[in-house]
């Protein structure tokens, strides 16, 4: 008989209140959401999650969204269903999971991103892979040495911090702490949506509140009817001055935003 596999990874603050849950990006991990998730603390219990491949969590053999989806949903009790909030990648996973388990999730906050496929699927993030691939990790004498030798590719300074937060010491070298091999080779598939997988679905009808940076590409009109095909009661919020990263970009507007959705 099969080991079941291992669970993923959490971060838990607050002990009161309705639960609310955090999904990440594409090569991010649950702690980018540390900041936010300690604020709300004081009214909510706060679960961070490191989703499949990523952070402290397992890799699998494959990226799968429904997969991922279900294994969100598989931390998520029905006699006590959360808000779920989920970012890019993490979005996708958190409108699925939605779709497939609407009974463990009373409402939904996309951040970001939309239920479809977006053509070309790899984008900028296969510039961001070819930078991290193109590091020699076991003739890498510190950190410092990697922002410097993807600064050429990666200009901007907050997105290569961000890429090298899964840069780990191992021994006498370093180590990508995400799978950087599996997403690298699926990222046309993490750009996709499993259309075919979610045909006989019903729509989410719980409250929708979706998230957009009003510079980002991410989110554009012609996206409303796929988003409201699959999710009615959905409310979209443009933030100014913000693009993809509109939660770190600007982080008091989107607390703001968040805690009034949390509350109505």
């Given at each position: ?72 949903a ?35 906050c ?33 950190r ?12 901007d ?20 702490q995400m ?29 929708v ?50 805690r ?5």
């Amino acid at each position: 008989m099969s080991a079941e596999p291992a669970p993923l990874h959490t971060l838990e603050y607050g002990d009161h209140g309705p639960r609310v849950v955090f999904c990440h990006g594409l090569f991010g991990q649950g702690r980018n959401w540390s900041t936010l998730g300690r604020a709300l603390a004081d009214e909510h219990r706060v679960t961070l999650v490191d989703l499949p491949h990523h952070g402290r969590s397992p890799w699998r053999d494959r990226f799968d969204y429904v997969a991922m989806a279900d294994e969100i949903a598989g931390l998520l009790d029905p006699a006590d269903p959360v808000t779920l909030v989920g970012h890019s990648m993490g979005g996708k996973a958190a409108m699925i999971a939605a779709l497939r388990h609407p009974e463990r999730i009373a409402r939904l906050c996309v951040v970001d991103i939309a239920p479809v496929a977006y053509a070309g699927g790899r984008g900028e993030f296969e510039g961001f892979v070819e930078a991290m691939n193109s590091l020699d990790l076991a003739a890498l004498p510190d950190r410092a040495a990697a922002d410097a030798a993807m600064a050429e590719s990666v200009e901007d300074p907050g997105v290569r911090a961000f890429l090298l937060q899964n840069l780990r010491r191992e021994g006498d070298g370093w180590r990508w702490q995400m799978n950087l091999e599996v997403l690298g080779a699926q990222l046309g598939d993490l750009g996709g949506w499993p259309e075919a997988a979610l045909a006989d679905v019903a729509p989410y009808d719980g409250p929708v509140l979706w998230i957009a940076g009003a510079d980002s590409r991410y989110v554009r009109d012609e996206h409303t009817e796929a988003m409201r095909a699959l999710f009615p009661q959905v409310h979209r919020v443009r933030v100014k001055n913000a693009g993809h990263w509109v939660h770190s970009e600007q982080p008091a507007v989107f607390e703001q935003v968040l805690r009034r959705f949390l509350a109505s």
